[in-house]
């Protein structure tokens, strides 16, 4: 049973562009988290996402991100005009159900803004 | 915000137990304790988790106070490989503010050594 993936696993965009991370969850999971892990910091909750269904966005910067979960494919974290603040590890967990003991998280994507 | 309190740092020697502590004194009646760690970077792994009772796993132990306020996560036999950062984490699994997501605060840099 493969585990979480993501792709791209480093992404180097230029100031202005736009970064799309991917997140494929575990094989029958249906529910996504994304978490932002700054250099030197730690992990904070950014999205959460059922199918097709955004359920608790309250960690998402209000202007340039934007994710979604739909019914075919992987979960998309979207990166909008990208500033050299937005450089940092995205990871995304995905559990069976909202009240699972464990999510299981992916490798991360380093996104690298130049 | 994170609603946990845990040590900066923590060294262990190589093959001794490892007890990693965490104050959680407003915890509410519904969350759960969870423990995970991050090895160098890589994506948060789940190791532990419990409401009021102790309990154990092949990974690690966790002892609840009878009042809940505290913690300790205990690795028995430390290794190398275990050189990470721990995270203690309150969560509820259904209903409340700490549903669904996780909230990682600065977690206990472990460092086994030999």
């Known amino acids: 049973n493969a585990g979480v993936m993501q792709n791209p696993r480093h992404l180097v965009r230029r100031r202005g562009q736009e970064a799309r991370l991917r997140c494929s969850p575990m094989?029958?999971?249906?529910?996504v988290y994304w978490y932002r892990q700054l250099p030197e910091e730690g992990l904070k909750f950014m999205v959460y996402?059922?199918?097709?269904?955004?359920?608790?966005e309250s960690g998402m910067p209000k202007e340039r991100f934007s994710a979604e979960f739909p019914k075919e494919g992987p979960s998309i974290l979207r990166i909008q005009q990208v500033v050299r603040g937005d450089s940092a590890a995205y990871f995304c967990?995905?559990?069976?159900?909202?009240?699972?003991?464990?999510?299981?998280f992916g490798p991360g994507t380093r996104l690298t803004v130049t | 915000d994170a609603k946990t309190t845990q040590p900066t740092s923590m060294d262990c020697a190589e093959g001794r137990a490892a007890n990693l502590p965490c104050n959680h004194s407003?915890?509410?009646?519904?969350?759960?304790v969870y423990w995970y760690r991050q090895i160098h970077s890589q994506g948060p792994q789940y190791i532990i988790h419990?409401?009021?009772n102790n309990e154990t796993n092949e990974m690690a132990s966790l002892i609840i106070t009878e009042d809940r306020k505290s913690s300790t996560l205990i690795l028995p036999h430390a290794t190398l490989r275990d050189t990470a950062v721990y995270y203690c984490i309150v969560r509820a699994l259904a209903g409340g503010t700490s549903y669904g997501k996780l909230t990682f605060g600065q977690g206990t840099i472990l460092t086994v050594h030999p």
């Open positions: 996402l059922q199918k097709e269904n955004i359920i608790d």
């Open positions: 419990g409401l009021k």
């Open positions: 407003t915890i509410s009646g519904n969350e759960y």
């Open positions: 094989k029958g999971h249906s529910h």
């Open positions: 967990a995905s559990s069976g159900t909202q009240s699972d003991y464990e999510q299981y």
